[in-house]
Structures are given as C-alpha cells and as structure tokens.
Nanobody
C-alpha cells in the first residue's frame, strides 16, 4: 500500500519559516520524481517545486530563492524548506510522487501565513 504522509505545516507570521516533510512508503522511492504542490481556497492546485530521481530541481517563479526542495532516499523522505513566507503562500501543500504513469498523492498539510 502506497502512503505519502505530509507533516510540518502550521501557522507562521510573514517572514517566518517552515519545513515540510513527506514520508513515503510502499514505493521504490529513489526512482520516483517527487514534488510539492499547493492549493489555495478557490484556486487550482499548482506545482511549487520538483526534484527528480537524478536530483534535478525545478521551482515555480513565485518561490524561487525562498523555498528549497530536497530528498533523503535512505529515509524515503521528501522535504520543503520554506523561508521568507508571505500571506500568498497560504495553502494546503501536497506531496506528489510520479514514475511514468504511476502517480501518488498525500493528504496534504495546511500552511497559513499571517500578515
């Protein structure tokens, strides 16, 4: 059974930091491309950052220079270090795992940034 379990969300003030984690099980983690998406109320889900199996990274323009995605294959865990948080970063953040047609999602963790 595949499980992606996010943690680390919460309430933080503008300018603060949070570190999200996604613990994966039931998949060969090291071959999957992993990503963080987010969805704000009334908005579509959007890609925040991706890290491939070969450690290539991609960031949405809105988070470049503020967020850092990383993975620990030994611990089958994905991280998102978020700094200089803004109210517009408020959303539910989802962990995503992709390998060809195989796609899995976590249940999401809420991040709220107060102004």
């Amino acid at each position: 059974q595949v499980q992606l379990v996010e943690s680390g969300g919460g309430l933080v003030q503008t300018g603060g930091s949070l570190r999200l984690s996604c613990a994966a099980s039931g998949i060969p983690f090291h071959i999957y491309s992993m990503a963080w998406y987010r969805q704000a109320p009334g908005e579509q889900r959007e890609l925040v950052a991706r890290i491939t199996s070969s450690l290539g990274t991609f960031y949405a323009d809105s988070v470049k220079g503020r967020f850092t995605i990383s993975r620990d294959n030994a611990k089958t865990t994905l991280h998102l270090q978020m700094t200089s948080l803004r109210p517009e970063d408020t959303a539910v953040y989802y962990c995503n795992a992709v390998y060809y047609e195989s796609t899995h999602w976590g249940q999401g963790t809420q991040v709220t940034v107060s102004s």
